[in-house]
């Protein structure tokens, strides 16, 4: 008999959805080892839901479902591109290249097994690709399975099954890139410690963060010169933030006339410091410290609205005010402050000059921390609008027998990572403060996952119990482990990766923070921080993309399209 509540059918909706999150949120924080379901809890939270809901014959509005899920979908993917855009092209940066390509191996390798799971066996589509996103951890790449089966022609009983193959492989999904872990580190004879000396010798010249020099003038061709007229400096990567005349600290703005003996505090990349040297004369110890002088420096926010996307060159008060900006840090990455480089809004400046310069700049910088933490909305519905229309472009690709598009999954990350790249324009600011972006990022996965853990929900436990729920399981393993076991090897014995670092890289290609976690608890040193975020950006567009191409070539190759 079917339960009958004083509830209208929204209501019920909103209950279920809401139950499903609320304990999902909290069967996901149980840990076993600093190892659990995280987020992933709420997809078996709604399992369960949908599964007391059916006995009870509790029905759904399958519109109202589809609406929750796509919306959840969009907001998780656009908060992703947001976050991760401001670094995305950088990522392929130096090491960030090696690590990227390794992740790329690792996806293509879990397509490549699946490939041979349906070539060999009769697992249904909808289902295949379900268990490819769960074997990866990768939600968004389900959400963008599922619109493009429906996009195909598959009915919706056919799409829902999908979650219930991500279901089946998604805890193995976790444990078998902590299995991966283990046995390289066990074949490779590891010991923690040496790996850790390893990456700290790797990282001693500071990467991360600019280096600086003390050189003393003594160059007798530059005896009378503007600063500014000395070859490569200021707008070639490095820059003077502090120089001493005749045992005087003064701001090197580029009319400061040089003299030998006159000392400057260099800041630029490693190399240009060494070329710098070789021009200007030679590297001292003295330090130049602003401390007991009429100089100081600070950091600056930038967030007034009519100095965003402008250069250096063209606000022209900076050297105006008798002051020199030495470092640019956006997204926490610093860079050398030349007179092309244009702010973005939430840049930090480091500022060299007296303290009343410095507040004069402050005032036209803005400098209002408390702006950091406003929500751009205007910014963030045009965005989410903008990527939208983008994941709704056909793009003819040729041997597809349809035409590929984004998705509602892919067009609102190209759109945010573009977005936040670019950080300014018009009237719209693409930036998001983390405490934000990180609630916004949660409630649109919770929606996502409850909705596919309920509908999966009435047929989930029969499927597992009677059904080919183990074998789907198993397929999923295989998917898991076999890419990130070969790939790990070859990349530990032919591109010598440091141990840290690549499991990094493992956690980074299967976007997954619980391993993430695992990976981080082995050392302090933020080694598999470094090569997770270098890859993640990346593996989340390839993750996303890759089952859109698969539903279109084997739904092609099913109907007998080639």
């Known amino acids: 008999m079917a339960l009958s509540l004083p509830l209208s059918d929204i209501a019920i909706t909103t209950l279920a959805l809401t139950l499903a999150g609320a304990f999902g949120l909290l069967f996901g924080k149980l840990q076993i080892r600093k190892i659990g379901l995280g987020i992933g809890g709420v997809l078996f939270s709604g399992i369960l839901v949908g599964h007391l809901a059916s006995r009870a014959g509790i029905e759904f509005d399958g519109e109202v479902m589809h609406f929750v899920r796509e919306l959840g979908l969009i907001l998780f993917v656009y908060t992703i591109g947001i976050q991760v855009g401001p670094s995305f092209f950088s990522s392929f940066a130096k090491s960030g290249l090696r690590f990227n390509l390794a992740a790329i191996a690792i996806v293509l390798g879990g397509v490549a097994v699946t490939l041979a799971i349906w070539a060999i066996t009769d697992l249904p589509l909808p289902v295949l690709v379900g268990v490819m996103s769960g074997a990866v951890t990768n939600t968004p790449g389900l959400g963008a399975a599922q619109q493009v ?36 580190r066990f074949l490779f004879r590891i010991v923690l410690a040496d790996e850790e000396a390893a990456y700290k010798a790797e990282t001693r010249s500071g990467e991360e963060a600019l280096p600086s020099m003390n050189v003393e003038v003594i160059n007798a061709n530059l005896d009378g010169l503007r600063l500014g007229d000395v070859p490569d400096l200021f707008d070639h990567g490095v820059v003077a933030s502090r120089m001493k005349k005749a045992g005087e600290l003064v701001v090197p703005t580029r009319d400061v006339i040089v003299h030998v003996g006159d000392c400057l505090h260099l800041v630029g990349p490693k190399d240009k410091l060494q070329a710098m040297k070789l021009i200007l004369g030679r590297e001292i110890d003295a330090p130049m410290t602003t401390k007991g ?5 600070t950091r600056l926010v930038v967030t007034k609205e009519r100095v965003l996307g402008k250069s250096l060159r063209e606000l022209a008060f900076l050297e105006g005010n008798g002051v020199t900006v030495s470092r640019i840090n956006r997204a926490g990455v610093e860079l050398p402050a030349q007179a092309s480089s244009t702010l973005a809004f939430g840049d930090i400046v480091t500022v060299v000059g007296a303290q009343a310069d ?26 989410i609008a903008l990527g939208v229309l983008l994941g709704s472009i056909p793009l003819a690709v040729p041997g597809l027998p349809a035409p590929l598009k984004l998705g509602l999954a892919g067009g609102p990350l190209m759109a945010a990572i573009l977005l936040g790249r670019l950080g300014h324009w018009g009237p719209f600011t693409w930036y998001m403060p983390p405490a934000a972006n990180h609630a916004l990022r949660e409630f649109g996965i919770v929606l996502f996952l409850a909705v596919v853990g309920i509908i999966a929900g009435d047929r989930f436990f029969e499927t597992l119990l009677h059904g080919d729920g183990l074998l789907w399981m198993g397929y999923g393993i295989l998917i898991t482990i076999l890419p990130l076991l070969v790939v790990g090897i070859l990349a530990r014995i032919f591109g010598k990766f440091n141990y840290l670092s690549l ?60």
């Open 149 to 184: 089966l429906g996009d195909a022609g598959f009915p919706g009983s056919e799409v829902a099954n999908s979650g219930m193959g991500y279901a089946m492989a998604y805890p193995f999904g976790i444990l078998g890139i902590l299995t991966a872990m283990f046995v390289i």
């Open 293 to 297: 002088t009429k100089l100081t420096w």
């Open 503 to 562: 499991c990094g890289v493992l956690a980074g290609s299967m976007t997954d923070p619980p391993a993430l976690a695992f990976a981080v608890s082995m050392s302090s040193t933020g080694a598999a921080s470094v090569a997770y975020v270098s890859v993640y950006p990346l593996v989340m567009f390839l993750r996303i993309l890759a089952p859109q191409i698969l539903v279109l070539v084997l739904a092609g190759i099913g109907a007998g399209a080639f």
């Open 358 to 383: 410095i507040d004069a700049v402050a005032s036209q910088l803005g400098n209002e921390n408390a702006r950091l933490q406003e929500v751009q909305f205007p910014a963030l519905f045009f965005g």
